[in-house]
Nanobody, 125 residues
Framework: QVHLVESGGGLVQAGASLRLSCAAS????????MGWFRQVPGKERGYVAV????????YYSASVKGRFAISRDNAKNTVFLQMNSLKPEDTAVYYC??????????????????WGQGTQVTVSS
């Protein structure tokens, strides 16, 4: 089992920045593919950014590419999402996800085994 705890969400104005963190415990963190997803009411959970075990490969959704950056610190069992130039359409609950699929970069929510409880990000205009 992997336990994931997100933090760092909040209410900000458009153009501001936030940094989300996700602390993992339970399995060897460096064996986990990690990802950030987001969801708004009435819509499916969609991928924001994903990263492989080493941090050497990352993918971003088109809507956040160039504004968000995913990274991980395997020594601290933590994955981060730096969000810059936030827009009102970034408002969502952000979820951290993990899967023990070492070497993979997984963009589908259905591919992940473990999920955090989510953290709310609200961007006002």
């Amino acid at each position: 089992q992997v336990h994931l705890v997100e933090s760092g969400g909040g209410l900000v104005q458009a153009g501001a920045s936030l940094r989300l963190s996700c602390a993992a415990s339970g399995l060897t963190f460096s064996n986990l593919a990690m990802g950030w997803f987001r969801q708004v009411p009435g819509k499916e959970r969609g991928y924001v950014a994903v990263i492989n075990w080493s941090g050497g490969t990352a993918y971003y959704s088109a809507s956040v590419k160039g504004r968000f950056a995913i990274s991980r610190d395997n020594a601290k069992n933590t994955v981060f999402l730096q969000m810059n130039s936030l827009k009102p359409e970034d408002t969502a609950v952000y979820y951290c996800a993990a899967d023990p699929n070492i070497g993979a970069v997984l963009v589908s929510a259905g591919a992940y085994t473990f999920w955090g409880q989510g953290t709310q990000v609200t961007v006002s205009s």
